[in-house]
């Protein structure tokens, strides 16, 4: 497998990462680099992770985990997007400049959940591989590297949007809830599911 074909992969496969790394820096409008290297450091270890477990576990239990891959990524990106939206209604009618997110899109479950649903796709990459006789470590390196510097691009990028204007600030919660459940309908119509 040639590097732009790992690398174009790998970009493709960082894009779930990319979308929910934006919401977050939305969420968070103040963007440190602890923020930073704990958010793309998630994401980085589990898109690099992830193929090497597809390679290892073999078509059998992958096959089993495959047929509904897209379930687990759309209850886990549904679950956090809609503890956003619930965290935006409990504030409604609070104004904007008194409104800080509690919740830190970086740290804790969270950014676990996140991890884990945005590179489930991986997993089944890993598993091609192994089917295809291509070796896992080096592309599995160059996916999560890719992966680690997309998500921080994103965050920063969803940071200066959130400073723009002050309603996308006080509606950071909502955009990013509503973005990461459109990501996991977005992996289910992917999947043939929503057709």
């Not at 793309?40 to 597809?54: E, L, N, Y």
């Not at 509606?171 to 990461?180: D, E, H, K, T, W």
């Amino acid at each position: 497998m040639s590097f732009l074909t790992v690398l174009t992969l790998a970009v493709a496969l960082a894009m779930d990462a990319f979308a929910v790394a934006v919401a977050a820096g939305i969420q968070l409008r103040t963007v440190s680099l602890v923020h930073t290297l704990r958010m793309a450091g998630t994401f980085g270890f589990f898109q690099f992770t992830m193929p090497v477990a597809g390679w290892f576990l073999g078509s059998g239990i992958a096959k089993l985990i495959q047929s509904y891959d897209h379930w687990i990524a759309f209850i886990l990106l549904a679950f956090v997007g809609g503890r956003m939206l619930k965290e935006a209604w409990d504030k409604r009618g609070i104004p904007p400049e008194s409104c800080s997110s509690t919740s830190d899109p970086t740290k804790g479950t969270s950014l676990l959940l996140l991890g884990i649903a945005t590179s489930i796709d991986a997993l089944a990459v890993g598993l091609s591989m192994a089917l295809l006789g291509h070796p896992i470590w080096f592309p599995a390196a160059i996916i999560g590297i890719v992966c680690f510097s997309i998500t921080a691009c994103g965050l920063h990028l969803g940071r200066a949007v959130s400073s723009l204007s002050g309603n996308w600030a006080s509606r950071a919660n909502v955009i990013g809830g509503l973005v990461l459940i459109a990501i996991g309908l977005n992996i289910l119509v992917e999947h043939g599911v929503l057709e």
